[in-house]
């Protein structure tokens, strides 16, 4: 202890000190942290294949020392009409997921939290939960049987009511995007929910208490009390929604769309996956990905500024 006048000032302790003190802790983060450096730092130092001609059986050794091409891959991609099309497409069914799949958890979770029996509070959020813990395969397959030209349930309601034949959905440009889309936000709306009825949980029920004397309703009480009390969650997740919006979902895009319908549903990891894989152009679909990445953290960096600007918490 230091003196300082008629007080005792306590010594600021060392980092050796904290970490003697908090070494659980710290392992238990330096396992996330070994994780993070393994899976995605060092993959990173594949990003220079996107300025070099890379072949699939070229050694580790060859791959380091091929010839420097520059901005060739991505002069290439700029003039490609498929990848404008594909981004095209991204943007669009991103923009789709975050316009409606972004408020579903957030409505779901006003909802869930007006029910008054916690009984059947709890059955509808256990059910709600359910989907997210099936596979995209399995959610795929189910869509598939329902929407099926041959004795699909939604094909036979659709003749029930004086449909003349029934529709192939898969295979219409017209109703690929509504497909994703909605059976994404169908499996996750309510896993999605969690976050926010945690934080509605946070709220203080004082402000409750006074607005009952106020004679508010129960729709007042949502509006003035609920949502701006939950705000911070919500900038929070728009944030890294934002980040996501060129993950258009790869899986259950790759599982529903086909040939036929490539027009409106092939997205940039399809792209990739067909362009890299099949076709073994490792450096191009390399220089597409890193397009991609710097586009997201663009986007993050832009959203965490303009909701500071807001008045809203960012990331940072």
């Given at each position: 202890m230091e003196k300082a006048g008629s007080h005792y000032i306590p010594k600021r302790k060392g980092f050796l000190f904290k970490f003697n003190k908090f070494k659980f802790y710290y392992l238990l983060m330096f396992i996330g942290l070994l994780y993070i450096f393994i899976y995605k730092y060092i993959p990173m130092g594949g990003i220079l294949i996107a300025f070099k001609d890379v072949t699939p059986?070229?050694?580790?050794?060859k791959m380091i020392e091929a010839p420097w091409v520059g901005l060739k891959h991505f002069r290439a991609l700029c003039?490609?009409?498929?990848?404008?099309q594909v981004m095209r497409n991204t943007l669009i069914i991103s923009f789709y997921n975050l316009?409606?799949?972004?408020?579903?958890p957030i409505i779901f979770a006003l909802l869930i939290n007006e029910i008054r029996s916690r009984k059947f509070q709890r059955t509808?959020?256990?059910?709600?939960?359910m989907p997210h813990f099936l596979s995209v395969v399995v959610v795929s397959g189910m869509?598939?049987?329902?929407?099926?030209?041959?004795?699909?349930?939604?094909?036979?309601?659709?003749?029930?009511?004086?449909?003349?034949?029934?529709?192939?959905?898969?295979?219409?440009n017209k109703y690929i995007?509504?497909?994703?889309?909605?059976?994404?936000?169908?499996?996750?709306v309510g896993w999605g929910s969690i976050i926010y009825l945690a934080a509605i949980m946070g709220v203080s029920q004082e402000q409750?208490?006074?607005?009952?004397?106020?004679?508010?309703?129960?729709?007042?009480?949502?509006?003035?009390?609920?949502l701006p009390g939950i705000m911070f969650t919500i900038s929070i997740m728009f944030i890294l929604g934002c980040g996501r919006l060129l993950d258009a979902g790869f899986d259950r895009v790759m599982l529903l769309y086909s040939p036929a319908t490539y027009k409106n549903a092939d997205i940039i990891d399809t792209f990739v996956y067909r362009a890299g894989i099949g076709e073994a152009r490792y450096s191009y679909t390399t220089a597409v990905g890193l397009f991609k990445s710097i586009f997201a953290l663009?986007?993050?960096?832009?959203?965490?500024?303009?909701?500071?600007?807001m008045g809203q918490e960012g990331l940072w």
């Open positions: 059986f070229m050694t580790l050794r003039n490609s009409i498929f990848f404008w316009l409606f799949g972004f408020p579903a509808v959020q256990s059910i709600s939960y869509l598939r049987n329902l929407i099926s030209i041959d004795g699909g349930l939604f094909n036979q309601i659709f003749m029930l009511f004086g449909g003349k034949e029934p529709i192939y959905f898969l295979g219409s995007r509504t497909l994703i889309v909605g059976s994404g936000i169908w499996q996750e409750y208490e006074a607005a009952t004397i106020d004679g508010a309703s129960r729709l007042q009480k949502a509006r003035y009390i609920t663009i986007l993050v960096t832009g959203v965490n500024k303009a909701a500071k600007k």
